[in-house]
């Protein structure tokens, strides 16, 4: 049982998330770290490639470091990137934001911070800080794909598509950007488009699981659940598979007791959070 729940929670992380994002991009079952959106800092050196895998031993290695030398921008980006993927987001968000200080012109550590920012829910002040991490001489799809996330999360799901389809421009059929734009569709309930576009990411075989999972959210919601489980359960082993359909079965039924309620106090739909960065 113990084991089950743990499956739901993981089953929970990819509904939310996402990105997101975030996914928002890729990455799927843990923290995305900013090589997902623009190369790690320096990725070359000997350093940063003997980085550890764990990211709480990470934190300890870079954190000491960070606090050996704070103006040490790939020690301040691996801290701060190590502190997300272990849920310390307002101080990963500090770190990064004193890193952008000493480092202004550094743009990844500005789209780190950006994703920091996202991460707390400061959606404006991240959308801002990300809009600084690229140029639009050399754009960064990526970013242009969390930015149009950070727009969804401030209802501003018209100007949101726009990144996305720039992102699109730069990097055609990129499933983690379809994905995004699919839920785009769904916050505004458009849940045919949103159908359609998460069905082209998820036909592209380097679309990960999450993908998968926000089309069987999107079928369940248009009433088609028989199929919705299927999609859900995927090739995934037995035990698995029965905990992301019950948690299918929980985030439909939220969506039931949705209806019921006076329109004024309805929820746009029955997920927390549009590809929430990892």
């Not at 959606?123 to 800080?129: C, G, L, M, P, Y």
């Amino acid at each position: 049982m113990r084991r089950s729940s743990s499956h739901a929670g993981s089953f929970a992380r990819f509904l939310t998330s996402a990105a997101v994002t975030a996914v928002l991009a890729a990455g799927l079952g843990g923290c995305q770290t900013m090589s997902d959106i623009t190369g790690s800092l320096n990725s070359s050196s000997p350093k940063a490639q003997a980085a550890p895998d764990d990211p709480r031993r990470a934190a300890e290695i870079y954190g000491e470091r960070y606090r050996a030398n704070p103006k040490d921008a790939e020690a301040a980006l691996g801290y701060g990137q190590a502190l997300r993927a272990t849920g310390q987001r307002a101080q990963a968000a500090a770190v990064l934001e004193q890193a952008t200080i000493a480092h202004p012109g550094n743009k990844t550590l500005l789209a780190a911070y950006g994703r920091a920012l996202a991460d707390n829910g400061n959606s404006q002040a991240a959308f801002e800080v990300l809009s600084r991490a690229h140029t639009p001489a050399n754009p960064d799809w990526r970013i242009l794909s969390v930015q149009g996330t950070t727009l969804d999360k401030m209802g501003k799901h018209e100007e949101a598509r726009r990144y996305y389809a720039s992102a699109l421009k730069i990097t055609p059929e990129e499933p983690s950007v379809l994905s995004n734009l699919g839920l785009s569709y769904m916050l505004t309930r458009e849940l045919p488009q949103a159908e359609e576009t998460l069905r082209r990411a998820y036909s592209n075989p380097r679309a990960d699981a999450r993908v998968r999972q926000n089309l069987a959210l999107v079928v369940g919601l248009q009433g088609r659940f028989v199929e919705a489980e299927t999609i859900a359960k995927g090739d995934l082993p037995a035990d698995e598979a029965a905990a992301n359909v019950a948690y299918l079965r929980e985030m439909l039924s939220r969506k039931d007791k949705d209806h019921s309620r006076p329109p004024g106090n309805r929820a746009t739909v029955p997920v927390a959070a549009l590809n929430r960065p990892d």
